[in-house]
Protein backbone atom coordinates (compact mmCIF):
# COMPACT_ATOMS: atom_id res chain seq x y z
CA UNK A 1 0.00 0.00 0.00
CA UNK A 2 1.92 3.25 -1.10
CA UNK A 3 -0.89 5.86 -0.31
CA UNK A 4 -1.58 5.41 3.32
CA UNK A 5 0.66 6.38 6.20
CA UNK A 6 3.24 4.81 8.05
CA UNK A 7 2.03 5.20 11.89
CA UNK A 8 4.60 6.35 14.46
CA UNK A 9 3.45 5.96 18.09
CA UNK A 10 4.92 8.62 20.97
CA UNK A 11 4.86 7.31 24.17
CA UNK A 12 4.45 9.70 26.72
CA UNK A 13 4.11 8.53 30.41
CA UNK A 14 2.98 10.51 33.34
CA UNK A 15 2.81 11.00 36.75
CA UNK A 16 0.97 12.49 39.88
CA UNK A 17 3.68 14.50 41.43
CA UNK A 18 2.65 13.08 45.07
CA UNK A 19 3.62 9.59 43.65
CA UNK A 20 6.94 7.97 43.37
CA UNK A 21 8.30 9.04 39.58
CA UNK A 22 9.98 6.24 39.09
CA UNK A 23 6.74 4.19 38.72
CA UNK A 24 5.99 5.62 35.79
CA UNK A 25 10.11 5.73 34.50
CA UNK A 26 10.04 1.57 35.15
CA UNK A 27 6.53 1.23 34.12
CA UNK A 28 7.05 3.46 30.62
CA UNK A 29 10.06 1.14 30.17
CA UNK A 30 8.42 -2.26 30.55
CA UNK A 31 5.61 -1.03 28.16
CA UNK A 32 8.20 -0.35 25.76
CA UNK A 33 10.14 -3.55 25.86
CA UNK A 34 7.01 -5.61 26.00
CA UNK A 35 6.14 -3.92 23.10
CA UNK A 36 9.06 -4.86 21.26
CA UNK A 37 9.26 -7.98 21.99
CA UNK A 38 6.20 -9.09 20.30
CA UNK A 39 5.59 -6.24 17.40
CA UNK A 40 7.30 -3.78 15.23
CA UNK A 41 9.80 -1.89 17.16
CA UNK A 42 9.87 0.96 14.17
CA UNK A 43 5.87 1.63 15.17
CA UNK A 44 6.46 3.58 18.71
CA UNK A 45 8.73 5.88 20.34
CA UNK A 46 9.40 6.14 23.71
CA UNK A 47 9.65 9.93 24.87
CA UNK A 48 13.10 10.09 26.98
CA UNK A 49 12.58 13.62 27.70
CA UNK A 50 10.56 13.81 30.99
CA UNK A 51 7.81 12.50 33.06
CA UNK A 52 5.04 14.46 32.72
CA UNK A 53 4.07 15.89 36.09
CA UNK A 54 3.24 19.59 34.79
CA UNK A 55 2.30 21.90 31.98
CA UNK A 56 5.92 22.73 31.57
CA UNK A 57 6.27 18.86 31.17
CA UNK A 58 3.76 18.89 28.57
CA UNK A 59 5.13 21.23 26.58
CA UNK A 60 8.90 19.27 26.89
CA UNK A 61 7.54 16.24 25.76
CA UNK A 62 4.68 17.85 22.83
CA UNK A 63 8.38 19.21 21.21
CA UNK A 64 9.82 15.75 21.91
CA UNK A 65 8.06 13.47 20.11
CA UNK A 66 7.12 15.81 17.35
CA UNK A 67 10.76 16.53 16.16
CA UNK A 68 10.69 12.87 16.33
CA UNK A 69 8.13 12.64 13.65
CA UNK A 70 5.32 10.51 15.83
CA UNK A 71 1.93 11.38 14.26
CA UNK A 72 0.38 9.24 16.62
CA UNK A 73 0.09 9.76 20.50
CA UNK A 74 -0.48 7.41 23.73
CA UNK A 75 -0.78 9.30 27.22
CA UNK A 76 0.13 6.69 29.46
CA UNK A 77 -0.36 6.88 33.41
CA UNK A 78 2.03 4.98 34.64
CA UNK A 79 0.26 6.54 38.22
CA UNK A 80 -2.62 8.36 38.91
CA UNK A 81 -1.34 11.10 36.55
CA UNK A 82 -1.58 14.90 36.48
CA UNK A 83 -5.43 15.38 34.66
CA UNK A 84 -5.15 18.72 33.65
CA UNK A 85 -1.26 17.94 31.92
CA UNK A 86 -1.94 14.56 30.53
CA UNK A 87 -5.22 15.67 29.03
CA UNK A 88 -3.41 19.19 27.36
CA UNK A 89 -0.97 16.67 25.53
CA UNK A 90 -3.69 14.86 23.66
CA UNK A 91 -5.34 19.08 22.99
CA UNK A 92 -2.12 20.25 21.49
CA UNK A 93 -1.27 16.90 19.80
CA UNK A 94 -1.94 17.21 15.83
CA UNK A 95 -2.78 13.94 15.64
CA UNK A 96 -4.66 11.15 17.26
CA UNK A 97 -4.11 9.91 21.30
CA UNK A 98 -4.71 7.40 23.21
CA UNK A 99 -4.91 7.11 26.96
CA UNK A 100 -3.89 3.74 28.62
CA UNK A 101 -3.12 3.01 32.03
CA UNK A 102 -0.42 0.91 34.53
CA UNK A 103 -2.11 -1.85 36.69
CA UNK A 104 -0.60 -3.07 39.66
CA UNK A 105 1.99 -5.64 39.43
CA UNK A 106 1.89 -7.48 42.67
CA UNK A 107 0.08 -7.44 46.48
CA UNK A 108 3.48 -7.49 48.03
CA UNK A 109 4.23 -4.06 46.84
CA UNK A 110 0.92 -2.03 47.57
CA UNK A 111 1.92 0.04 49.43
CA UNK A 112 5.07 2.70 48.03
CA UNK A 113 4.46 0.44 44.54
CA UNK A 114 0.26 0.88 44.48
CA UNK A 115 0.08 4.10 41.26
CA UNK A 116 -3.95 4.24 41.42
CA UNK A 117 -3.98 4.55 37.40
CA UNK A 118 -7.37 2.55 37.75
CA UNK A 119 -8.68 5.47 39.16
CA UNK A 120 -6.52 8.42 37.33
CA UNK A 121 -7.90 6.83 33.88
CA UNK A 122 -11.24 8.28 35.30
CA UNK A 123 -10.26 12.10 36.04
CA UNK A 124 -8.22 11.78 32.68
CA UNK A 125 -11.65 10.80 31.10
CA UNK A 126 -13.51 13.45 32.62
CA UNK A 127 -11.15 16.39 31.98
CA UNK A 128 -11.00 15.00 27.93
CA UNK A 129 -14.99 15.66 28.27
CA UNK A 130 -14.24 19.12 29.56
CA UNK A 131 -12.07 20.05 26.57
CA UNK A 132 -13.98 18.41 24.34
CA UNK A 133 -11.37 15.64 23.35
CA UNK A 134 -11.79 12.61 21.10
CA UNK A 135 -9.18 10.34 22.02
CA UNK A 136 -9.05 6.83 21.76
CA UNK A 137 -9.81 4.54 25.00
CA UNK A 138 -9.64 0.46 24.82
CA UNK A 139 -12.48 -1.30 26.00
CA UNK A 140 -10.87 -1.94 29.32
CA UNK A 141 -7.72 0.53 29.11
CA UNK A 142 -5.75 -0.61 32.61
CA UNK A 143 -3.29 -3.37 31.86
CA UNK A 144 -0.09 -4.85 32.19
CA UNK A 145 3.04 -4.13 30.27
CA UNK A 146 2.05 -6.62 27.71
CA UNK A 147 -1.81 -6.05 27.71
CA UNK A 148 -1.04 -2.77 27.09
CA UNK A 149 1.56 -3.08 24.44
CA UNK A 150 -1.62 -5.36 22.60
CA UNK A 151 -4.20 -2.00 23.27
CA UNK A 152 -1.20 0.02 21.45
CA UNK A 153 -1.15 -2.36 19.14
CA UNK A 154 -4.39 -2.60 18.35
CA UNK A 155 -4.35 1.49 17.82
CA UNK A 156 -1.88 1.29 15.36
CA UNK A 157 -4.60 0.54 12.41
CA UNK A 158 -7.47 3.32 13.98
CA UNK A 159 -4.69 5.74 14.50
CA UNK A 160 -2.84 5.01 10.57
CA UNK A 161 -7.15 6.15 9.51
CA UNK A 162 -7.13 9.05 11.32
CA UNK A 163 -3.74 10.25 10.47
CA UNK A 164 -4.53 9.21 6.55
CA UNK A 165 -7.82 10.95 6.67
CA UNK A 166 -6.20 14.63 8.01
CA UNK A 167 -4.07 14.49 4.33
CA UNK A 168 -6.29 13.36 2.39
CA UNK A 169 -7.60 14.34 -1.32
CA UNK A 170 -10.60 12.73 -3.08
CA UNK A 171 -10.57 14.31 -6.75
CA UNK A 172 -14.32 13.66 -8.59
CA UNK A 173 -14.82 13.34 -12.06
CA UNK A 174 -18.52 14.34 -13.15
CA UNK A 175 -21.83 14.89 -11.53
CA UNK A 176 -23.40 11.65 -10.69
CA UNK A 177 -25.38 9.56 -13.21
CA UNK A 178 -29.02 10.13 -13.10
CA UNK A 179 -31.21 7.80 -11.52
CA UNK A 180 -28.34 7.87 -8.73
CA UNK A 181 -29.43 10.39 -5.84
CA UNK A 182 -28.62 7.30 -3.48
CA UNK A 183 -24.95 8.32 -3.84
CA UNK A 184 -25.37 11.94 -3.65
CA UNK A 185 -24.62 13.33 -0.13
CA UNK A 186 -23.37 17.00 1.21
CA UNK A 187 -19.39 17.24 1.20
CA UNK A 188 -19.48 19.53 3.86
CA UNK A 189 -18.47 16.88 6.64
CA UNK A 190 -15.96 16.30 4.60
CA UNK A 191 -14.42 19.36 5.52
CA UNK A 192 -15.52 18.63 9.22
CA UNK A 193 -12.85 15.59 8.56
CA UNK A 194 -10.86 17.36 7.53
CA UNK A 195 -10.55 16.01 4.17
CA UNK A 196 -10.20 18.32 0.86
CA UNK A 197 -12.45 17.79 -2.24
CA UNK A 198 -11.17 18.53 -6.06
CA UNK A 199 -14.79 18.01 -8.35
CA UNK A 200 -14.17 18.34 -11.65
CA UNK A 201 -16.01 17.55 -15.00
CA UNK A 202 -16.17 14.51 -17.00
CA UNK A 203 -14.66 16.96 -20.03
CA UNK A 204 -11.47 17.95 -18.14
CA UNK A 205 -10.88 14.21 -17.68
CA UNK A 206 -11.89 13.48 -21.24
CA UNK A 207 -9.35 16.41 -22.27
CA UNK A 208 -6.86 14.99 -20.38
CA UNK A 209 -7.11 11.64 -21.61
CA UNK A 210 -6.74 12.95 -25.16
CA UNK A 211 -3.72 14.39 -24.33
CA UNK A 212 -2.20 11.31 -23.36
CA UNK A 213 -2.80 9.69 -27.12
CA UNK A 214 0.37 8.33 -27.88
CA UNK A 215 2.27 8.65 -24.65
CA UNK A 216 5.42 6.53 -24.27
CA UNK A 217 4.62 5.01 -21.34
CA UNK A 218 1.66 2.78 -22.74
CA UNK A 219 3.83 -0.29 -23.63
CA UNK A 220 5.21 -0.77 -20.70
CA UNK A 221 1.49 -0.58 -18.24
CA UNK A 222 0.36 -2.96 -21.19
CA UNK A 223 2.88 -5.43 -20.78
CA UNK A 224 2.10 -5.02 -17.09
CA UNK A 225 -1.59 -5.58 -17.54
CA UNK A 226 -0.95 -8.76 -19.91
CA UNK A 227 0.92 -9.90 -17.16
CA UNK A 228 -1.44 -9.79 -14.01
CA UNK A 229 -4.23 -10.62 -16.59
CA UNK A 230 -2.39 -13.89 -17.89
CA UNK A 231 -5.06 -16.36 -19.33
CA UNK A 232 -7.95 -13.98 -18.47
CA UNK A 233 -6.37 -11.53 -20.94
CA UNK A 234 -9.68 -11.70 -23.17
CA UNK A 235 -9.84 -8.54 -24.69
CA UNK A 236 -6.36 -7.73 -25.85
CA UNK A 237 -7.46 -5.39 -28.18
CA UNK A 238 -8.63 -2.58 -25.17
CA UNK A 239 -5.52 -2.54 -23.08
CA UNK A 240 -3.67 0.08 -25.07
CA UNK A 241 -6.93 2.52 -24.21
CA UNK A 242 -6.83 1.12 -20.80
CA UNK A 243 -3.27 1.99 -20.21
CA UNK A 244 -3.55 5.50 -21.60
CA UNK A 245 -6.79 5.98 -19.02
CA UNK A 246 -4.72 4.46 -16.06
CA UNK A 247 -1.58 7.05 -16.88
CA UNK A 248 -4.11 9.49 -17.41
CA UNK A 249 -5.91 9.06 -13.65
CA UNK A 250 -1.97 8.81 -12.06
CA UNK A 251 -0.67 12.17 -14.06
CA UNK A 252 -4.01 14.05 -12.74
CA UNK A 253 -3.22 12.27 -9.34
CA UNK A 254 0.38 13.81 -8.98
CA UNK A 255 -0.71 17.23 -10.69
CA UNK A 256 -3.24 17.65 -8.54
CA UNK A 257 -2.63 16.14 -4.99
CA UNK A 258 -1.60 19.71 -3.63
CA UNK A 259 -0.27 19.92 -0.18
CA UNK A 260 -2.16 16.47 0.54
CA UNK A 261 -0.51 13.54 1.10
CA UNK A 262 -3.15 10.92 0.10
CA UNK A 263 -5.32 10.40 -2.84
CA UNK A 264 -8.80 8.88 -3.74
CA UNK A 265 -10.76 8.75 -6.91
CA UNK A 266 -14.21 8.45 -7.70
CA UNK A 267 -15.67 8.87 -11.66
CA UNK A 268 -18.51 7.99 -13.93
CA UNK A 269 -18.47 5.51 -15.99
CA UNK A 270 -21.95 5.90 -17.80
CA UNK A 271 -24.07 6.61 -20.03
CA UNK A 272 -21.71 8.94 -22.06
CA UNK A 273 -18.48 7.63 -21.03
CA UNK A 274 -18.13 4.09 -22.80
CA UNK A 275 -19.19 6.00 -26.03
CA UNK A 276 -17.10 8.72 -25.67
CA UNK A 277 -13.72 6.45 -23.80
CA UNK A 278 -14.23 3.57 -25.87
CA UNK A 279 -14.50 1.62 -22.81
CA UNK A 280 -15.46 1.16 -19.25
CA UNK A 281 -12.68 2.18 -16.50
CA UNK A 282 -13.60 -0.88 -14.04
CA UNK A 283 -10.25 -2.73 -14.55
CA UNK A 284 -8.55 0.68 -14.21
CA UNK A 285 -10.23 1.21 -10.90
CA UNK A 286 -9.41 -2.02 -10.16
CA UNK A 287 -5.70 -1.89 -10.10
CA UNK A 288 -5.68 1.28 -8.74
CA UNK A 289 -7.36 0.40 -5.65
CA UNK A 290 -5.32 -2.84 -5.44
CA UNK A 291 -2.10 -0.21 -5.02
CA UNK A 292 -3.92 1.79 -2.11
CA UNK A 293 -5.61 4.67 -4.00
CA UNK A 294 -9.18 3.78 -4.20
CA UNK A 295 -11.74 4.55 -6.69
CA UNK A 296 -15.37 4.33 -6.35
CA UNK A 297 -17.53 3.97 -9.16
CA UNK A 298 -20.95 6.52 -10.00
CA UNK A 299 -19.21 9.77 -8.37
CA UNK A 300 -19.80 7.96 -5.09
CA UNK A 301 -17.64 10.41 -2.55
CA UNK A 302 -18.72 8.77 0.48
CA UNK A 303 -17.55 5.07 -1.16
CA UNK A 304 -14.23 6.46 -1.93
CA UNK A 305 -14.00 7.77 1.88
CA UNK A 306 -14.87 4.33 2.75
CA UNK A 307 -12.28 2.63 1.03
CA UNK A 308 -9.77 4.74 1.76
CA UNK A 309 -10.56 4.14 5.78
CA UNK A 310 -10.43 0.05 5.37
CA UNK A 311 -7.05 0.29 3.21
CA UNK A 312 -5.84 2.31 6.40
CA UNK A 313 -7.07 0.12 9.29
CA UNK A 314 -6.82 -3.44 6.76
CA UNK A 315 -3.42 -2.43 5.12
CA UNK A 316 -4.92 -4.27 2.14
CA UNK A 317 -6.79 -3.55 -0.75
CA UNK A 318 -10.48 -3.40 -0.37
CA UNK A 319 -13.41 -3.44 -2.69
CA UNK A 320 -16.60 -1.24 -3.16
CA UNK A 321 -19.65 -3.59 -4.34
CA UNK A 322 -23.46 -3.23 -4.77
CA UNK A 323 -25.66 -4.76 -1.83
CA UNK A 324 -27.07 -6.38 -4.90
CA UNK A 325 -29.30 -9.04 -4.93
CA UNK A 326 -30.92 -12.06 -2.91
CA UNK A 327 -29.70 -15.85 -3.03
CA UNK A 328 -31.96 -18.17 -4.97
CA UNK A 329 -33.80 -20.80 -3.17
CA UNK A 330 -32.13 -23.74 -5.22
CA UNK A 331 -28.46 -21.87 -4.52
CA UNK A 332 -29.30 -22.02 -0.64
CA UNK A 333 -30.80 -25.28 -0.48
CA UNK A 334 -27.97 -26.76 -3.08
CA UNK A 335 -24.73 -25.15 -1.56
CA UNK A 336 -25.32 -23.60 1.96
CA UNK A 337 -28.35 -25.20 3.91
CA UNK A 338 -26.69 -27.70 6.14
CA UNK A 339 -23.02 -26.87 5.16
CA UNK A 340 -22.31 -23.51 6.71
CA UNK A 341 -24.27 -22.06 10.14
CA UNK A 342 -26.56 -19.29 7.92
CA UNK A 343 -30.26 -18.95 7.29
CA UNK A 344 -31.36 -17.91 3.54
CA UNK A 345 -32.24 -14.21 5.50
CA UNK A 346 -28.40 -14.18 6.14
CA UNK A 347 -26.65 -14.07 2.84
CA UNK A 348 -26.98 -12.37 -0.55
CA UNK A 349 -24.72 -11.37 -2.99
CA UNK A 350 -22.29 -8.50 -3.64
CA UNK A 351 -21.75 -7.34 -6.79
CA UNK A 352 -20.04 -4.70 -8.89
CA UNK A 353 -19.16 -4.46 -12.60
CA UNK A 354 -15.15 -5.11 -12.15
CA UNK A 355 -13.95 -3.01 -9.81
CA UNK A 356 -12.17 -5.48 -7.28
CA UNK A 357 -8.78 -6.20 -7.45
CA UNK A 358 -7.18 -9.42 -8.92
CA UNK A 359 -5.92 -10.24 -6.08
CA UNK A 360 -8.91 -10.58 -4.60
CA UNK A 361 -10.39 -12.39 -7.07
CA UNK A 362 -10.49 -16.53 -7.13
CA UNK A 363 -9.84 -16.56 -11.06
CA UNK A 364 -10.58 -13.44 -13.30
CA UNK A 365 -10.64 -12.29 -17.01
CA UNK A 366 -11.14 -9.32 -18.90
CA UNK A 367 -14.62 -9.23 -20.19
CA UNK A 368 -17.54 -6.87 -21.36
CA UNK A 369 -20.50 -4.59 -19.20
CA UNK A 370 -23.26 -6.90 -19.61
CA UNK A 371 -25.77 -4.64 -18.40
CA UNK A 372 -24.40 -1.85 -20.67
CA UNK A 373 -24.09 -3.98 -23.80
CA UNK A 374 -27.67 -4.93 -23.83
CA UNK A 375 -27.86 -0.87 -24.88
CA UNK A 376 -24.62 0.10 -26.09
CA UNK A 377 -22.26 -1.94 -28.88
CA UNK A 378 -20.29 -4.67 -26.96
CA UNK A 379 -17.18 -2.94 -28.22
CA UNK A 380 -17.49 0.05 -25.94
CA UNK A 381 -17.90 -2.06 -22.65
CA UNK A 382 -15.31 -3.53 -22.79
CA UNK A 383 -12.70 -3.33 -19.27
CA UNK A 384 -14.44 -5.22 -16.98
CA UNK A 385 -13.09 -7.78 -14.48
CA UNK A 386 -15.09 -10.65 -13.88
CA UNK A 387 -14.72 -13.46 -11.15
CA UNK A 388 -15.97 -15.10 -8.28
CA UNK A 389 -14.45 -12.58 -4.96
CA UNK A 390 -12.03 -14.88 -2.94
CA UNK A 391 -13.82 -16.90 -0.35
CA UNK A 392 -13.15 -15.17 3.50
CA UNK A 393 -13.73 -13.62 6.36
CA UNK A 394 -14.86 -10.29 5.82
CA UNK A 395 -16.02 -6.23 6.94
CA UNK A 396 -19.03 -5.03 5.06
CA UNK A 397 -18.99 -1.21 6.37
CA UNK A 398 -19.51 2.62 5.25
CA UNK A 399 -19.21 5.71 6.41
CA UNK A 400 -22.21 8.22 4.98
CA UNK A 401 -23.33 12.20 5.46
CA UNK A 402 -26.74 12.24 5.60
CA UNK A 403 -29.37 14.52 3.70
CA UNK A 404 -29.28 16.64 6.61
CA UNK A 405 -25.60 16.82 6.96
CA UNK A 406 -25.20 14.04 10.24
CA UNK A 407 -22.37 11.66 9.62
CA UNK A 408 -23.53 7.97 10.16
CA UNK A 409 -22.08 4.42 9.67
CA UNK A 410 -21.78 0.90 9.76
CA UNK A 411 -20.21 -2.20 10.38
CA UNK A 412 -20.86 -5.73 9.83
CA UNK A 413 -18.47 -8.55 10.13
CA UNK A 414 -18.91 -12.10 7.57
CA UNK A 415 -17.57 -14.29 5.06
CA UNK A 416 -17.74 -14.74 1.43
CA UNK A 417 -18.75 -18.16 1.22
CA UNK A 418 -17.17 -20.74 -0.98
CA UNK A 419 -19.68 -21.15 -3.08
CA UNK A 420 -19.82 -20.07 -7.18
CA UNK A 421 -22.38 -17.50 -7.78
CA UNK A 422 -23.05 -18.71 -11.24
CA UNK A 423 -23.33 -14.86 -11.94
CA UNK A 424 -21.59 -12.09 -13.84
CA UNK A 425 -19.10 -9.19 -12.87
CA UNK A 426 -17.00 -8.73 -9.66
CA UNK A 427 -19.22 -11.07 -7.25
CA UNK A 428 -19.61 -12.94 -4.24
CA UNK A 429 -22.17 -14.83 -2.21
CA UNK A 430 -22.17 -13.34 1.30
CA UNK A 431 -22.82 -14.42 4.76
CA UNK A 432 -23.81 -12.24 7.17
CA UNK A 433 -25.21 -13.48 10.82
CA UNK A 434 -28.92 -11.39 10.89
CA UNK A 435 -28.84 -9.95 7.67
CA UNK A 436 -31.86 -9.79 7.22
CA UNK A 437 -32.72 -7.64 10.17
CA UNK A 438 -29.31 -5.72 9.83
CA UNK A 439 -30.85 -4.90 6.15
CA UNK A 440 -34.21 -3.62 7.29
CA UNK A 441 -33.37 -1.64 10.27
CA UNK A 442 -29.85 -0.78 9.47
CA UNK A 443 -29.26 -0.10 5.82
CA UNK A 444 -32.73 0.89 4.96
CA UNK A 445 -34.30 2.39 8.16
CA UNK A 446 -30.68 4.72 8.15
CA UNK A 447 -31.22 5.65 4.12
CA UNK A 448 -27.73 4.10 3.22
CA UNK A 449 -26.77 3.76 -0.43
CA UNK A 450 -26.75 0.42 -2.38
CA UNK A 451 -22.76 0.48 -2.02
CA UNK A 452 -21.31 -0.93 0.56
CA UNK A 453 -17.23 -1.10 1.42
CA UNK A 454 -15.66 -4.20 1.80
CA UNK A 455 -12.61 -5.01 3.75
CA UNK A 456 -10.99 -8.32 3.86
CA UNK A 457 -10.60 -10.03 7.03
CA UNK A 458 -12.21 -9.02 10.34
CA UNK A 459 -12.02 -5.19 11.29
CA UNK A 460 -14.61 -4.17 12.54
CA UNK A 461 -13.28 -3.38 16.39
CA UNK A 462 -11.03 -0.95 14.80
CA UNK A 463 -13.37 0.59 12.24
CA UNK A 464 -15.89 1.18 14.65
CA UNK A 465 -13.41 2.86 17.21
CA UNK A 466 -12.19 4.65 13.82
CA UNK A 467 -15.70 6.25 13.29
CA UNK A 468 -16.21 6.98 16.78
CA UNK A 469 -12.82 9.21 16.67
CA UNK A 470 -13.75 11.02 13.85
CA UNK A 471 -16.85 11.93 15.76
CA UNK A 472 -19.48 9.73 14.60
CA UNK A 473 -22.04 9.17 16.83
CA UNK A 474 -21.88 5.99 18.81
CA UNK A 475 -26.04 5.88 17.88
CA UNK A 476 -25.40 6.56 14.62
CA UNK A 477 -22.86 3.55 13.69
CA UNK A 478 -25.35 0.33 13.25
CA UNK A 479 -24.42 -3.26 13.36
CA UNK A 480 -26.01 -6.24 12.86
CA UNK A 481 -27.24 -7.25 15.96
CA UNK A 482 -28.17 -10.41 17.39
CA UNK A 483 -31.27 -12.45 17.36
CA UNK A 484 -31.26 -11.36 21.01
CA UNK A 485 -30.59 -7.43 20.96
CA UNK A 486 -33.75 -6.11 18.97
CA UNK A 487 -33.36 -2.97 17.08
CA UNK A 488 -34.79 0.44 18.34
CA UNK A 489 -36.99 0.07 15.14
CA UNK A 490 -37.96 -3.02 15.66
CA UNK A 491 -41.49 -4.54 15.89
CA UNK A 492 -41.38 -6.58 18.94
CA UNK A 493 -44.84 -8.20 17.67
CA UNK A 494 -43.51 -9.18 14.41
Known amino acids: MNNIPKVK???????RDCFPESLSVNRRKALVDAYKAKYDAEDIYECPVCIVESEIH???ALEDVKAAGCNALVVYLGNFGPEISETLLAKHFDGPAMFVAAAEESQNDLSDGRGDAYCGMLNASYNLKLRNIHAYIPEYPVGTAAECADMIHEFVPIARAVVGLKDLK??????????FLACNAPIKQLYNLGVEIEENSELDLFE????HAGDPRIPDVVKDMEQELGEG????????????????????VEAHRGYRKYVALTSKCWPAFQTQFGF???????RLTGRGIPVSCEVDIYGTLSEFIGT????????????????PDDMYEESIKGKFDYTHKDTFMGFHCGNTCSSKLSSFSMKYQKIMARSLPVEVTNGTLEGDIVPGDITFYRLQSTADNILRAYVAEGEILPVATKSFGGIGVFAIKEMGRFYRHVLIEGNYPHHGAVAFGHHGKALFEVFKLIGVCPDEIGYNHPASVPYRTENPFA
Open 280 to 286: VPCYVNS
Open 9 to 15: IGIVAVS
Open 170 to 179: IISFGPRPLN
Open 312 to 327: CVSNDAVTLLDINNSV
Open 233 to 252: NKKPEVLAKLAQYELTLLDW
Open 58 to 60: MVQ
Open 208 to 211: SFNK
